[in-house]
């Protein structure tokens, strides 16, 4: 089951990756994008990566968000909703993705890959994180939080008093 599961979920990274280029608006595009994220980092879950799969969920959601959210804000159209061609230099850039593509494939074929040596750890998310950070790990925590912090307390203080208090004075 989880193998139909890992083919079902690569199968839809790919298919929303395409459609980002074939959607003719921003956001539709953005949303694609999200939906091929949250398919990777549903792969990312199935292979036990929990600490990685619930980072990029939880990371590509607000950053998609966010991105959806500047849209609304700065795009000339509203929403980016209007339609629009989302390719440009349709034919270099598919010269340069099928010359990747050649160089990567042969890659794969050429390359000699090692062999597994050991078995693999008990918990690969604490070896992930142990052989990334080492003895920084729990700084890192700390740290992670503290930029948290400081990025809902920028938010708060910029407001001055939100969409609808601006013109009520109750007594």
Known sequence: MEDVGFWVLA???VGFGV????????ARATFALLASF??????????????????VIL??????L???VFMVMYMMNPAGLMPMTMMHNA???????????AALAAGIVL???????????????????????GAKMLVMMVIGIAILA????????????????????DA
């Open 111 to 133: 390359v000699p890959w090692p062999e597994r040596e050991g078995r693999p750890p008990a918990d690969p998310t604490f070896a992930l994180g142990e052989s990334i950070m």
């Open 59 to 64: 990371m590509m959601i607000m950053e998609m």
């Open 150 to 169: 400081t990025m809902i307390a920028t938010v708060v203080l910029a407001m001055h008093r939100g969409r609808y208090d601006e013109g009520r004075h």
């Open 11 to 13: 199968v839809a990274a």
């Open 38 to 55: 949250l398919c990777v980092g549903g792969e990312l879950l199935l292979v036990e990566l929990r600490y990685l799969g619930a980072l």
């Open 91 to 101: 034919r270099g850039a598919a010269v340069i993705a099928g010359g990747a593509f």
């Open 66 to 68: 966010v991105m959806v």
């Open 19 to 26: 459609a980002v280029f074939v959607v003719d608006s921003m």
